[in-house]
């Protein structure tokens, strides 16, 4: 069992910039995949950001460019930085981890933390 809590969410003007931080506790051994889902009301649940357990990433078209996700092992902690943020990125945020060798759009994530909600203004 592994329990990921996400936080950093928050309110920010257009064109600002955010770092969602997730921290993750218990068994974490077998986790092979970490990424943030999003979800705006109304809007299906998106895979916007992915890392493997060998640090490599995939990113979703709308955030290419603007968002990076990395983790720090050593505290077990999974971050998005998000910048040039825009209105269209607001959105409930969760920390998501899997077992799956898959670590990109379409794969079953595990656990999921309960979110974090970021507001983008214009």
């Known amino acids: 069992q592994e329990q990921l809590v996400e936080s950093g969410g928050g309110s920010v003007q257009a064109g600002g910039s955010l770092r969602l931080s997730c921290a993750a506790s218990?068994?974490?051994?077998?986790?092979?995949?970490m990424a943030w889902f999003r979800q705006a009301p109304g809007k299906e649940r998106e895979g916007v950001a992915f890392i493997t357990r060998d640090a490599s990433t995939t990113y979703a078209d709308s955030v290419k460019g603007r968002f990076t996700i990395s983790k720090d092992n050593a505290k077990n902690t999974l971050y998005l930085e998000m910048n040039n943020l825009k209105p269209e990125d607001t959105a409930m945020y969760y920390c998501?981890?899997?077992?799956?060798?898959?670590?990109?759009?379409?794969?079953?994530?595990?656990?999921w933390g309960k979110g974090t909600l970021v507001t983008i203004s214009s």
């Open positions: 218990g068994y974490t051994y077998s986790t092979y995949c």
């Open positions: 998501a981890a899997g077992r799956s060798f898959r670590c990109r759009s379409g794969v079953t994530m595990d656990y």
